[in-house]
């Protein structure tokens, strides 16, 4: 109450603007820059013990977006998506609901682009459909070829009509337009249905343990009633068990499904947190 007045002070003549509320993504591969980039925009730093993002975090942050006249109040849900591919059943799930997405690479990087086509695009259209998206070349500060860079940027972006900025979350440049752009999706500001051309998706074969890895996170994530306050534990157990989520040992998954079974115990009867443990392990066991 007392949030929603204070805001009202700071727009013309006291008067609220229309609140949207908008969950986006930030989809690619591993150390493209996501978390850097999210952390530019939402706290303006950059750098820190950044630990590869397990799962997904989300961010939340508003935004004030002037489009036709109407100022339009955005909340943004930034969710920071776990870049490693072959985790399907966490990202089919962290992308339910999604009104836009920030498909981000690394311009030093070119596999990280083609990434993008082979693998996040049809992903995203796969499993959302038609949603708003904007590419992001990041890491520009690195390019030794600007030119090139923007070219390659260009290239990509026409194919599917998509918004498109180079950035940088070490300088600061461009992140602030691309997710004012990704605000703009939330409003219906932005077309950019990924229907065009290319890009059928290739099931890359994953990791069988990648696969279990994934099914584990998820299982608990339903278990515990949904995936985004799910993720916080599930990021401190996979860590605690020494789980590397691009290269899963089956000791580490083994200690994984413990951990998450004394986290169980705390909120479901015992019986149940046992048997939750003995499918999981089987799943395990019938990988390897
Ligand atoms: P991810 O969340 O997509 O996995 P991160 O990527 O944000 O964790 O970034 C991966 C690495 O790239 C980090 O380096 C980070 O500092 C660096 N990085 C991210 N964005 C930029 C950028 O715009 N410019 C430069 N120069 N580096 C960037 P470390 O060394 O911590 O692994
Ligand atoms: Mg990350």
């Given at each position: 109450m007392g949030q929603g007045l204070n805001r009202a002070l700071h727009f013309p003549g006291g008067v609220m603007p229309e609140l949207h509320k908008s969950k986006v993504l930030l989809l690619g591969?591993?150390?493209?820059g996501k978390t850097s980039l999210i952390k530019r925009f939402v706290v303006d730093q950059f750098g820190d013990d950044y630990i590869t993002t397990i799962g997904t975090k989300v961010t939340k942050k508003e935004l004030t977006i002037t489009d036709g006249g109407t100022t339009h109040l955005v909340a943004l849900t930034i969710w920071d998506v776990l870049?490693?591919?072959?985790y399907s059943a966490v990202q089919t799930s962290a992308f339910q609901g999604a009104r836009g997405v920030l498909l981000i690479y690394d311009v030093t990087r070119s596999e990280t682009r083609e990434s993008l086509e082979r693998y996040w695009i049809p992903r995203v259209r796969e499993v959302i459909g038609s949603v708003a998206s904007i590419v992001a070349g990041n890491?520009?500060?690195?390019?030794?070829?600007r030119a090139a860079a923007q070219e390659d940027l260009e290239h990509l972006a026409g194919k599917y009509a998509m918004p498109h900025f180079l950035t940088?979350?070490?300088?600061?440049?461009k992140v602030e337009e691309a997710f004012t752009k990704l605000g703009k999706a939330g409003i219906g500001a932005v077309e950019a249905p990924l229907?065009?051309?290319?890009?059928?998706?290739?099931s890359a074969r994953t990791d069988p343990l990648v696969a279990v890895a994934d099914r584990v996170m998820m299982d608990f994530a339903r278990e515990f009633g949904g995936i985004e306050g799910a993720m916080p534990i599930i990021k401190t157990q996979a860590t605690k068990a020494g789980l590397d989520v691009r290269a899963p040992s089956k000791e580490a998954i083994r200690r994984f499904i413990d951990y998450l079974q004394e986290i169980e115990r705390g909120f479901r009867p015992a019986n149940t947190a046992a048997q939750n443990h003995s499918r999981r392990a089987a799943w395990l066991r019938d990988a390897s």
């Amino acid at each position: 109450m007392g949030q929603g007045l204070n805001r009202a002070l700071h727009f013309p003549g006291g008067v609220m603007p229309e609140l949207h509320k908008s969950k986006v993504l930030l989809l690619g591969d591993g150390a493209v820059g996501k978390t850097s980039l999210i952390k530019r925009f939402v706290v303006d730093q950059f750098g820190d013990d950044y630990i590869t993002t397990i799962g997904t975090k989300v961010t939340k942050k508003e935004l004030t977006i002037t489009d036709g006249g109407t100022t339009h109040l955005v909340a943004l849900t930034i969710w920071d998506v776990l870049g490693q591919q072959g985790y399907s059943a966490v990202q089919t799930s962290a992308f339910q609901g999604a009104r836009g997405v920030l498909l981000i690479y690394d311009v030093t990087r070119s596999e990280t682009r083609e990434s993008l086509e082979r693998y996040w695009i049809p992903r995203v259209r796969e499993v959302i459909g038609s949603v708003a998206s904007i590419v992001a070349g990041n890491k520009v500060d690195l390019a030794d070829d600007r030119a090139a860079a923007q070219e390659d940027l260009e290239h990509l972006a026409g194919k599917y009509a998509m918004p498109h900025f180079l950035t940088s979350a070490k300088t600061g440049e461009k992140v602030e337009e691309a997710f004012t752009k990704l605000g703009k999706a939330g409003i219906g500001a932005v077309e950019a249905p990924l229907e065009a051309l290319g890009g059928s998706l290739v099931s890359a074969r994953t990791d069988p343990l990648v696969a279990v890895a994934d099914r584990v996170m998820m299982d608990f994530a339903r278990e515990f009633g949904g995936i985004e306050g799910a993720m916080p534990i599930i990021k401190t157990q996979a860590t605690k068990a020494g789980l590397d989520v691009r290269a899963p040992s089956k000791e580490a998954i083994r200690r994984f499904i413990d951990y998450l079974q004394e986290i169980e115990r705390g909120f479901r009867p015992a019986n149940t947190a046992a048997q939750n443990h003995s499918r999981r392990a089987a799943w395990l066991r019938d990988a390897s």
